[in-house]
């Protein structure tokens, strides 16, 4: 699924592609990643505008053109690609956009489980992040402990809410979480001030590191390179790694990095 260092990828391949282009063709081949817009209302708001600036916020991806507005999510499996309007159409392209200067960008999703979204003014774009906390990657520590200690829940649950905070997924979560050398079902609430802080700072040094990357990595001297091993085992200190489900997830931690309270 992609998090945020996924989607400040597509945020950069948006900005590299279509910045400064003008929008000649927008072709849906599935109306179905389409929400709360149809086929020829995207088409007529787009075509012949020229996209400006670009923005994300957590997940969400946002593309200005002066005009109305392209919001995108990526659900599990979506992504952006850049590429020319004669490079062969793959079966999951769901909608092409046609740009000046022989380029193309393309929205391409296999489960189609988020999509595009278009946002006629700033109202619309509060409407659609109302419920997303404050981003990952934006966030100072003084408002990340406040919105964590203020969480009932457990630990990795609160960091994947996306209305407490926005842009952290599975994978890194979890690797923040090794990394913190905090379990993942520790209360939010219980974290002493120390906890806190090294929590953030273990955030923002994972996410710099990912965002390079580009995804999140799976280095052999991080929690992400061997969570999937037949027989996985702590980077740090060769324990067996433990797995177990926390809302619906798949968590992996050391019991011995990662200690009861």
Not at 87 to 96: F, G, S, Y
Not at 102 to 113: I, M, V
Not at 120 to 145: C, K, N, T, Y
Request: hydrophobic fraction near 35%; glycine fraction near 10%.
């Amino acid at each position: 699924m992609p998090e945020l260092p996924d989607v400040e990828g597509f945020r950069q391949v948006l900005e590299s592609c279509a910045k400064g282009r003008v929008v000649r063709r927008v072709e849906v081949r599935d109306a179905g990643v389409l929400h709360g817009v149809g086929v020829r209302g995207l088409r007529d708001a787009l075509e012949g505008r020229r996209f400006g600036t670009t923005e994300r916020h957590g997940k969400w991806l946002l593309a200005r053109t002066g005009g109305p507005t392209l919001v995108l999510h990526f659900g599990m499996t979506g992504r952006l690609l850049c590429g020319r309007p004669d490079d062969a159409v793959e079966a999951h392209d769901r909608v092409l956009f046609t740009l000046s200067g022989n380029r193309q960008l393309r929205f391409r999703d296999q489960r189609k489980l988020q999509g595009l979204w278009l946002a006629h003014d700033d109202s619309d774009i509060d409407r659609l992040l109302r419920r997303q906390g404050p981003d990952a990657m934006a966030v100072d520590r003084g408002e990340f402990e406040a919105v964590l200690s203020s969480r009932r829940g457990h630990l990795k649950t609160a960091l994947t809410d996306q209305s407490v905070l926005a842009g952290l997924g599975n994978l890194l979560a979890d690797e923040i979480l090794w990394r913190a050398r905090l379990r993942p079902d520790r209360r939010a609430r219980e974290l002493t001030q120390d906890d806190r802080r090294r929590l953030y700072s273990e955030m923002r040094s994972t996410l710099r590191s990912a965002v390079t990357a580009g995804c999140v990595p799976p280095r052999d001297s991080w929690l992400t390179g061997h969570r999937d091993d037949p027989d996985p085992r702590c980077p740090r200190c060769g324990t067996g790694l433990r797995r177990s489900r926390m809302a619906g997830r798949g968590t992996v931690w050391c019991p011995r990095c990662q200690p009861d309270g």
